[in-house]
């Protein structure tokens, strides 16, 4: 999560955008200087590798804010990026994103 005023990679939304955009919750201005997403460029939320989506996720993890962060933007659908530690498509969070390239003809049986 990033604090207001700290340079987001979509105009002033990005993990951490408000303290209040997150479900409601209001954190000091002392934890929110502390948290890992604050320690990196906030473009690392919205990568497209694999192993870039992995690196992102992996500065959620212990976050004290991540479930917080998690649920506001499950409450916006946020249509990209990683929040809370998932991953989000289209306003939903999933598992993985699917590679670049044609889809398949042929539907994949579940």
Known sequence: MRPAGRGSARAGRGPGARPADHAGAVFDPETLENLPCTRVPPE??????????????????????RTACLAGALERREPVGIWGG?????????????????????????
Do not use: I, M, T, Y
């Open 44 to 65: 690392l939320f919205f990568v497209e590798r694999p192993d870039q989506v992995a690196v992102a996720k992996a500065l959620c993890v212990g976050c004290p804010v």
């Open 86 to 110: 998932e991953l989000f498509v289209d306003g939903v969070a999933v598992a993985a994103k699917r590679g670049p390239g044609r889809p398949r003809k042929v539907p994949v049986a579940v």
